[in-house]
């Protein structure tokens, strides 16, 4: 047994044997006052809690048993059964072996092969006789001439000299008493109940002790106690240090441990991994992918992932739901998915991590995703949104429908999910504790649902500062690292567009003053030093300068109320050790409210950094000596591959250079010659030894540059400087390693040559008119596609990703064709593509890619592409985007 | 359904012979909650400030480890601060998840009052106010202003949206 249901077992334990014992005393309660029907309701309830764990946990006795007594139970409540001293006798009966049922299973794990059919017959022809007359005459029956007990002795005693012989014992038998004869094991056996029966009397106290069940209002109650001690504590320790009384001195360090001891452990009771809910999910999905037929690999990830008691209580329903849901609507037959290509056993991943000082909760498929059609048509017929409403609804907004109240897709209503607990159920619960739950689908792909917990009680690691007189934390988790740059380094901070900016080791990282965004009071006296706190949050990297950094701590996150939690500034209040409020600075939603300010103003710093900035680890560079000593680099993605060539292979035409590649003869390109750089090529100096060539295909040519040596691969790391050229084949400067390396623009530079010319051939001639929206994150492709595309004649709308496209295609009517990139942060080519055709079904969406699939292109496709180029293809996409513009 | 609960004490209150009623002052106005709204009363404590949080918002207290904002009542209903700054009180009270303290100049006594003095907002009343306001007790020297909580509490969301 994993360690898991080990656990799950436990609780139930616990809690059965807590339930059975509290129904033996209401029992006896009842019995004096029949008409008591609170009680008897308490009673029902217990049962049927008992019933309901015992087949959850598949103990098909307990499971038995429990239902008769529940449905006779019901027969009491409805009034048609009047419940008699013999009814009375039969269900003590009933618990009593219930209770050595569950002993049984903490001894040994299960239930034991107990006799219950006497029992069960006794009971059921109570329920029988209800069930058929409405009305009973338990009398009548005869059950009272019974001895119950005596009954169940001797089916105990039965049992165990014949069945379990047959059954389970005998391994044991034969294992540790071999020699026996068959004969005598018939002695040994009625032994073995009897120890069972020890060892189980004296392992429950163990659980009974070690256990205490607290509510968690007396625990919220002893941490508030617990606050107002830290803080008596606090003024003890400042007097004592006005005092300078030795005596006092210790006793208050000795209070001050004591406490902090104190207020850790009574915080410690509260969290729990979310791993003790979790494990519950395994049996779960197990059970159900099992009823369904489906084949289902449930993967579990951050179990430890702390998360207070009382949210755990209130998300485990709601996650629940959304698993059964996954199961049940998200999830193929093993039949569908293979012939929808898939691995026949479908992936259901849960995972939990902190994020954004929440705690995000994923639950997630790789099944058929949501139908956005038919939640379309399911949300127009039930009158949610009209038809004209819904036209201008992204995908993950018609997704976001599926938590509409009222609202269900499901064809059929079947028993796992359906039952009028719908998504809104969900939505609403995990609100209700201050969470958000967002979903995101993709047709054939899979579901996403994502929870975000707040941490509420959850203690993080906080980083203390201090700025306008006041006290902030920082969650430790969005803490990069921290800079003091003292007076003589001041001019480090770089103004650029009205925004501050930071080099840091190459990277230009915005700056944000502290003070100044809150609007603080500033420090009017002369600083001689900056402290910059460096933060990351969802992939943005910011500096914030605060005034003072304080201390790193331990700090309890407490949300703040319903109106101020919606300024994002703010992650939440802490209490500092003094007993004063602090307020948690929300490093992400801090970023965004200053950058969506800066966004109403005339610079955008979105912008300017990413005109600064190349995406430094999107773009690697293969860099190589030219002959002028230096180091230049061309863009891998560029480059077909590296060859080394005989120079005695080398042939003449003209001018010209050429070598015999691949069944044909490429033309060798100059580099120095066509850049007029100082120094000579290996192409012309006398040197020996092999000749290091870059290939790289320009429409679908091979060209060969020439260079000294090739010296490495690298990242680049720092922004694409493009102020720097100072002439045509180049593209621009960046760091790499502290080294500056100017890049070539190998088109260009195949352009300016004879050979050249005559590949592009005709490509001047290709005049276009017309507006085209042109995405993509990268610099380099962005400046290289936008040359190429106004050089035709073309009026070009330039946009870094996905979302920024689609808010330029829907500010420019005009736009005739769209050239979009795949592989974009945000929203994706694919994604950004669906989006078009849902509000744009016409509109010519030409994809390119460095290399292309057939898959892609069948993707591709089905998102909407119209078609799905090579990149670097100059010619491909100028004739295509003339089709299109025609 | 904390707050349909709460919701219904005011009318509770309302719906009997008298009120008994938390009654404050605020600059020379005369007004009231149910008591029973009321959590408790507190002198004044060391206020956080929340930066860029709306006016009203005085800021934060700690209330023996629990967080608790406190609302301003006269900057909410458009009249001056105060000028010495330290004499107000706090009136704690619990809505929903949150608990609030409403910042009002003088605390007066618990008050039974007859609701046959009640009438509903007058029409002439201040419209910085009105939005504020459940009705008026008419006493006999004076008028006393009672005050909804679940307007006052709301309305800071719905500013927000704005």
């Known amino acids: 047994m994993s360690d898991a249901q080990q656990a799950i077992l436990q609780e139930f334990l616990v809690e059965s044997f807590e339930n059975l014992s509290s129904i033996n005393d209401d029992l006896a309660v009842f019995e004096r006052n029949p008409d008591d029907s609170e009680l008897l309701n308490a009673i029902y309830r217990k049962i049927h809690t008992l019933k309901g764990s015992a087949s959850f946990l598949g103990l098909a006795k307990l499971q038995e048993i429990t239902h008769t007594v529940e449905s006779i139970l019901d027969f009491v409540r409805d009034g048609t059964l009047k ?29 034991g092969d107990h006799d219950i059919s006497s029992l069960m017959s006794r009971l059921n022809k109570v329920q029988e006789v209800n069930l058929i007359a409405g009305e009973v005459l338990v009398k009548d029956e005869g059950l009272g001439q019974v001895d119950p007990i005596a009954s169940y002795t001797q089916e105990l005693s039965n049992e165990s000299s014949t069945e379990s012989i047959t ?21 040994v056996k009625p032994q073995a109940p009897a120890q069972a029966g020890e060892k189980s009397a004296a392992a429950r106290p163990q659980i009974a002790d070690s256990i205490v069940r607290v509510n968690v209002n007396l625990l919220d109650k002893i941490m508030n106690v617990v606050g107002e001690l830290v803080i008596t504590r606090n003024q003890i320790l400042q007097y004592s240090k006005v005092k300078d009384d030795s005596d006092l001195n210790r006793y208050a360090q000795q209070l001050n441990t004591i406490t902090t001891e104190l207020q850790t452990d009574i915080m410690t009771t509260r969290m729990q991994p979310v791993g003790s809910v979790f494990n519950k999910f395994e049996r779960i999905v197990r059970d159900l992918s099992r009823s369904q037929g489906k084949k289902v690999r449930l993967n579990i990830v951050g179990q430890e992932t702390e998360l207070d008691k009382t949210l755990l209580e209130v998300i485990k329903d709601p996650m629940t739901h959304l698993i059964r849901n996954s199961l049940d609507h998200g999830l193929e037959s093993p039949q569908g998915r293979e012939a929808a290509g898939k691995n026949p056993e479908g992936l259901l991943e849960i995972k939990a991590y902190h994020e954004g000082g929440q705690v995000i909760i994923e639950i997630s498929d790789d099944g058929a995703g949501i139908n956005s059609e038919r939640v379309k048509a399911k949300a127009i017929e039930k009158g949610i949104l009209t038809q004209e409403e819904i036209a201008n609804y992204t995908k993950s907004k018609i997704h976001s429908l599926i938590f509409h109240p009222g609202f269900s897709t499901a064809e059929q209503v079947t028993n796992i999910s359906g039952r009028g607990v719908g998504m809104d159920v969900v939505k609403s619960n995990i609100e209700k504790i201050g969470g958000e739950v967002d979903v995101e689908s993709k047709e054939g792909k899979g579901t996403t649902f994502r929870l975000k917990i707040p941490l509420t009680l959850a203690i993080v690691p906080a980083l203390v500062i201090e700025s306008g007189e006041e006290t902030f934390a920082i969650h430790q988790k969005n803490l990069v690292e921290l800079v003091m740059l003292e007076s003589e380094d001041f001019h480090k901070i770089e103004k650029l567009h009205g925004r501050e900016f930071f080099r840091l080791r190459g990277e230009l990282i915005p700056i944000v003053r502290l003070n100044e965004v809150l609007k603080l009071d500033k420090n009017e006296e002369e600083v001689y030093f900056l402290n910059i706190i460096v933060l990351k949050a969802e992939g943005k990297t910011y500096g914030l300068i605060v005034d003072n950094i304080l201390d790193t701590q331990e700090i309890v996150v407490k949300p703040l109320d319903r109106a101020l939690k919606s300024m994002s500034y703010y992650a939440g209040s802490t209490i500092m050790g003094d007993g004063r409020v602090a307020l948690i600075i929300d490093a992400f939603g801090f970023y965004n409210q200053v950058d969506s300010k800066d966004a109403d103003s005339s610079a955008d710093m979105t912008d300017v950094i990413q005109a600064q900035k190349v995406d430094y680890d999107s773009i690697e560079v293969v860099l190589f000596n030219l002959g002028d000593g230096r180091t230049y680099g061309i863009p891998l993605s560029l480059i077909s591959r590296l060859e080394e060539f005989d120079p005695g292979q080398i042939e003449w035409a003209g001018e010209q250079s050429l070598i015999r590649y691949r069944g044909s003869s490429m033309p060798l390109l100059n580099i120095e010659a066509i850049l007029s750089l100082r120094g000579k090529s290996r192409l012309e100096s006398a040197e020996q030894g092999k000749l290091n060539c870059i290939v790289t295909a320009v429409n679908g040519v091979n060209f060969g540059f020439v260079v000294q040596e090739i010296i490495d691969i690298a990242f680049s790391e720092t922004a694409l400087e493009t102020e720097t050229i100072d002439r045509s084949g180049l593209l621009g400067t960046i760091y790499i390693n502290d080294k500056l390396i100017t890049l070539l623009d190998i088109y260009k530079m195949v352009a300016s040559t004879e050979v050249g010319k005559k590949v592009f051939g005709g490509e001047i001639d290709i005049r276009l008119k017309g507006k085209v929206l042109v995405v993509d994150d990268s610099p380099l492709y962005r400046r290289v596609q936008e040359d190429m595309l106004r050089e035709a004649g073309l009026d070009v709308i330039m946009a870094h990703n996905g979302e920024e496209g689609l808010i330029a295609f829907k500010q420019n009517e005009d736009i005739q064709a769209i050239i979009t990139d795949i592989e974009m942060p945000m929203l994706n080519g694919y994604e950004f593509s669906e989006e078009i055709r849902s509000i744009n079904k016409s509109v010519p969406i030409i994809a390119v890619s460095t290399k292309v699939g057939d898959k892609d292109r069948e993707t591709g496709l089905s998102a909407g592409f119209s078609y799905h180029l090579e990149k670097l293809n100059k010619r491909e996409v100028l004739e295509t985007l003339g089709k299109c513009l025609s | ?49 929340v930066p860029l949080g709306p006016e009203y918002v005085d800021g934060l207290i700690n209330l023996r480890g629990q967080i608790v904002t406190a609302i301003n009542l006269r900057v909410l209903f458009g009249l001056p601060r105060k000028e010495d700054s330290d004499e107000y009180m706090n009136i704690i009270v619990r809505w929903g998840d949150s608990l609030y303290s409403l910042v009002v100049d003088e605390i007066m006594d618990v008050m039974d009052i007859e609701n046959t003095s009640f009438e509903d907002t007058p029409d002439t009343i201040d419209e910085n106010l009105k939005k504020y306001i459940r009705g008026v007790f008419k006493l006999q020297d004076n008028l006393l202003t009672l005050l909804s909580l679940e307007k006052i509490l709301d309305i800071k969301v719905e500013k927000k949206a704005n």
């Open chain 1, 167 to 187: 059954k389970e014992e005998p391994t044991q038998v034969a294992e540790n008493v071999v020699p026996l004869p068959k004969k005598n094991s018939n002695e």
């Open chain 1, 83 to 111: 419940i008699t001293t013999d009814i009375f006798d039969l269900f003590l009966e009933s618990f009593d072996l219930c209770l050595i049922l569950l002993k049984d299973i903490e001894a040994s794990g299960s239930e």
């Open chain 2, 1 to 49: 359904m904390e707050e349909a609960v709460q919701d219904s004490i005011i009318e509770a209150v309302l719906s009997g012979d008298t009120s008994q009623l938390c009654g404050f002052k605020i600059m020379d106005g005369q007004y009231a909650i149910p008591v029973l709204e009321v959590q408790e009363v507190v002198k004044p404590q060391k206020v956080t400030p």
